[in-house]
């Protein structure tokens, strides 16, 4: 059963950010944008160090924030890390282990759902990939298909008012679509050249959803990434002029897989070759997005006002160009290169700019953050595994003192401020790495440290147990 909240209707509060008094002045509430790029890997934006890769505009829009230099993906694969973002909860405590395994259950508490009852307008734009659109129509890696029928669920039925949504991934460029013969070096998994001539295509496979679940039947052309921005700011425009506060997550499908540009943006890369110019030039496309948001807010008055999460949901895919630096690690693992993500928060009303942290944060951290930014009662009828950053990212505090447990098929590891705790060998045996002077993880101080692995080891052990018997009971639910 789900707990009732004191909820504030409207556009303003009483209680100041951050504090309780009842006799402030009113303030306006905080508009609220998580941004998520799809395998974007650490190092495959400017503000990371990168050079090679063109990114202006997030590089901009991080340098008037604070730049996360420690920040996770709740799982090395993209479904799990988006149902941490909405609950706060770890995926696998609440069904969600994998990429195309479970659903976000009707039972979870979404961010969407708590902001709407405070009075937000909330849009969802992107990939979805927490349930199916369909129950009927093969749509994506799920939707239409007898077996998954149960895992049909929408954003409506999470708190959105508004959405333009895909179950899973599309091309990066024309997403409806796929070329019937592919040039040279072109394959559906390295991507394809944007088709701009006449050439015959097929259909992809994959659909955009729309409020009140209708099927896209439009030719959507062009870039994906500015399709799903062409929404957001559309419903951030109608927001705006009935009154309204907004909420959206908006979800990007690049640099995920297959990867596609046109050629003004791979025109961007000479000199490299056809597969790092569509990547990198897509990257690119998206980043015009970000800086078109971001010019919106401003001449809308809006910019000071809005709050921006920016990360990706996981690691870069493997054999590909994406980069995590030095970090050992890519998608699917573990490893620091596989959950370590490019990251950064702006809010220029509260935060001062031109700043950065080292301290651990993760995904689930959402959740907590923003409701105690809005002075909203954390649900206590459930267990959560992030916990309010906000003080961590005002630097008023230094340590995280909660470690962060991750799970990804046979692999568990235990993140504190200063160690990661690793299973290694199908869980059969454990690594230990100090992250503070060793984050590119290349030195196993187990023999050295057995009486830090075996406390860390007795706290993932009692972690795990309550994690498997949560999600038993809510997969038991679906049968």
Known sequence: MRVKYMIFFGVFWSNPIGGASQTSPQKKAPNILLIMADDQGWFDVGFNGNTKVKTPHTDHLASQGVVLNRFYSASAVCSPTRASVMTGRNPCRIGVPNANAGHLDLNEI???????????KTGHFGKWHLGTFSKTELDANRGGRPGEIIHFTVPADHGYDVYFSTESKVPTYNPLEKPVQFGQGESLRNGWAAKERKEETQVYGTYYWKTGLLKETGAL????SKLIMDHAIDFIQQSKENYHPFFSTIWFHTPHLPIVTNQFYRNQYPGLGFYEQNYYGAITALDEQLGRLWKYLESIGEADNTLIFYCSDNGPE???????GNFRGRKRALYEGGVRVPAFV?????LKGGTSTDVPLVTSDYFPTILDLLNIDMPGDRTYDGRSAWKLIEQKEVRRNK??????????????DDYKLITVNN?????????????????????????????????????????????????????
Do not use: C, H
């Open 427 to 479: 869980g059969k045996t454990y690594e230990l790495f100090n992250l503070k002077d060793d984050p590119f993880e290349k030195n196993n101080i187990i023999d050295r440290n057995l009486q830090t692995a075996r406390k860390m080891k007795t706290q993932l052990e009692a972690w795990l147990r309550k994690i498997k018997a949560e999600r038993k009971e809510i997969e038991r639910s679906w049968e």
């Open 403 to 416: 470690p962060i447990g991750f799970i990804f098929n046979n692999s568990q590891s235990w993140v504190t």
């Open 221 to 224: 052309k062009g870039d994906d």
């Open 110 to 120: 979404t961010l969407a759902e708590v902001l709407k009852k405070k009075g937000y």
């Open 318 to 324: 493997t054999e590909t160009p994406g980069s995590a």
């Open 346 to 350: 702006i809010w220029k009303n509260k």
